[in-house]
T-cell receptor, first 115, second 116 residues
Framework: DAGVIQSPRHEVTEMGQEVTLRCKPI?????LFWYRQTMMRGLELLIY????????DSGMPEDRFSAKMPNASFSTLKIQPSEPRDSAVYFC?????????????FGDGTRLSIL | AQSVTQLDSQVPVFEEAPVELRCNYS??????LFWYVQYPNQGLQLLLK??????LVKGINGFEAEFNKSQTSFHLRKPSVHISDTAEYFC??????????????FGKGTLLTVNP
C-alpha cells in the first residue's frame, strides 16, 4: 500500500514568494496532520483535520500560513509571503481515525529553504 | 500541558552493544506512549506503542520499551544494535481522556549513532 505522499521533496525559493506544499494521505485515513520540524523547536503540530474539516489550527504560526483539505485524498499547506524563518522540514501525517491510540503515518517531508 | 523529555540528545554506541534511550513524560493521568524512528531524509515510523496492559512492549527491529508509571518513564532498549539502527528516535505521548486526544507531544529526539 502507498504511504503518505508529499510533494515537492525539496523547495528552495526567495523570501516573499508563495510556497505550496502538498500531501496525499493514506486511503481510508480520515485524520490528517501537518507538522514542522526544526532543530530549535523539534516537531510542532501546525494543524489537524478530521474528515476534511480543520479541527485544531492553534499551531499555525501566523496568518501567512494557511491549510486546506478540499477532499479526503488531498491537502495543501501554503505560506504567503514566505520568510527565511519558515525554513524547516514540513511533514504530513495521517491516521485511521481521531483516537489517540491510532498511530500516525508520516510522509517523507518537504525540506523548505527560504533565501 | 504534557511534556516529554529525552534525556540524551546523542547516544553513540558500537555495533552489537546494548542501548537504552531514555524518555520521561510529565503527565500524571493515563497516557498513551509511542516511540518513533526517523532515518535520514525520511519521515517518522512507528517503532512501538503502549496503550494499556503489559508494561513491557515489544516493537519492530528488535526494540522494546518498558512503561514505568511511578517513574513516568518509557525507556527504549535493544540488546544488540546494528549499523542500520543509526537514526533519530522520538518519544511521544498523548492523553486519551482529554478533548485533544488526537494530539501527540514529541520529545526533542535522540540521535543514535552505531559505529563499527
Amino acid at each position: 500500500d502507498a504511504g503518505v505522499i508529499q510533494s515537492p521533496r525539496h523547495e528552495v525559493t526567495e523570501m516573499g514568494q508563495e510556497v505550496t506544499l502538498r500531501c496525499k494521505p493514506i486511503s481510508g485515513h480520515n485524520s490528517l496532520f501537518w507538522y514542522r520540524q526544526t532543530m530549535m523547536r523539534g516537531l510542532e503540530l501546525l494543524i489537524y483535520f478530521n474528515n476534511n474539516v480543520p479541527i485544531d489550527d492553534s499551531g499555525m504560526p501566523e496568518d501567512r500560513f494557511s491549510a486546506k483539505m478540499p477532499n479526503a485524498s488531498f491537502s495543501t499547506l501554503k505560506i504567503q509571503p514566505s520568510e527565511p524563518r519558515d525554513s524547516a522540514v514540513y511533514f504530513c501525517a495521517s491516521s485511521r481515525d481521531n483516537y489517540s491510540n491510532q498511530p500516525q503515518h508520516f510522509g517523507d517531508g518537504t525540506r523548505l529553504s527560504i533565501l | 500541558a504534557q511534556s516529554v523529555t529525552q534525556l540524551d540528545s546523542q547516544v553513540p554506541v558500537f555495533e552489537e552493544a546494548p542501548v537504552e534511550l531514555r524518555c520521561n513524560y510529565s503527565s500524571s493521568v493515563s497516557v498513551y506512549l509511542f516511540w518513533y524512528v526517523q532515518y535520514p531524509n525520511q519521515g517518522l515510523q512507528l517503532l512501538l506503542k503502549y496503550l494499556s496492559g503489559s508494561t513491557l512492549v515489544k516493537g519492530i527491529n528488535g526494540f522494546e520499551a518498558e512503561f514505568n508509571k511511578s517513574q513516568t518513564s518509557f525507556h527504549l532498549r535493544k540488546p544488540s544494535v546494528h549499523i542500520s539502527d543509526t537514526a533519530e528516535y522520538f518519544c511521544a505521548v498523548s492523553d486519551p481522556s482529554g478533548g485533544s486526544n488526537y494530539k501527540l507531544t514529541f520529545g526533542k529526539g535522540t540521535l543514535l549513532t552505531v559505529n563499527p
